[in-house]
Nanobody
Framework: VQLVESGGGLVQAGGSLRLSCAAS????????MGWYRQAPGNQRELVAT???????NYADSVKGRFTISRDNAKNTVYLQMNSLEPEDTAVYYC??????????????WGQGTQVTVSS
């Protein structure tokens, strides 16, 4: 199983970015997909999650600015980030809780994508 992220980059404060994460491999089902982030010197923190049924959960710091969505047919999750702030600068990681063939339910992480917001 592999999670591949894309869409990070450098943007000015107030700008927007869209992250994508595609899961591939021996996958039978994906229960929850989400985004986490880690800034230098900080612990990894939740940004947003979405279930297979579309139920979403957001960190308070991103509510109203970020939107998580998902394409179940493509095993892909997206994070639309608007009104970006310098405090959003971090490495963003994709996570999936999925049912892997012959392995059961497991958590997988992407390699991370850098988001840098300049002031």
């Amino acid at each position: 199983v592999q999670l591949v992220e894309s869409g990070g980059g450098l943007v000015q404060a107030g700008g927007s970015l869209r992250l994508s994460c595609a899961a591939s491999g021996r996958i039978l089902s994906i229960r929850v997909m989400g985004w986490y982030r880690q800034a230098p010197g900080n612990q990894r923190e939740l940004v947003a999650t979405i279930t297979s049924g579309g139920t979403t959960n957001y960190a308070d710091s991103v509510k109203g600015r970020f939107t998580i969505s998902r394409d179940n047919a493509k095993n892909t999750v997206y994070l639309q980030m608007n009104s970006l702030e310098p405090e959003d600068t971090a490495v963003y990681y994709c996570n999936a809780n999925l049912l892997e063939i012959a392995a059961g339910w497991r958590d997988y992480w992407g390699q991370g994508t850098q988001v840098t917001v300049s002031s």
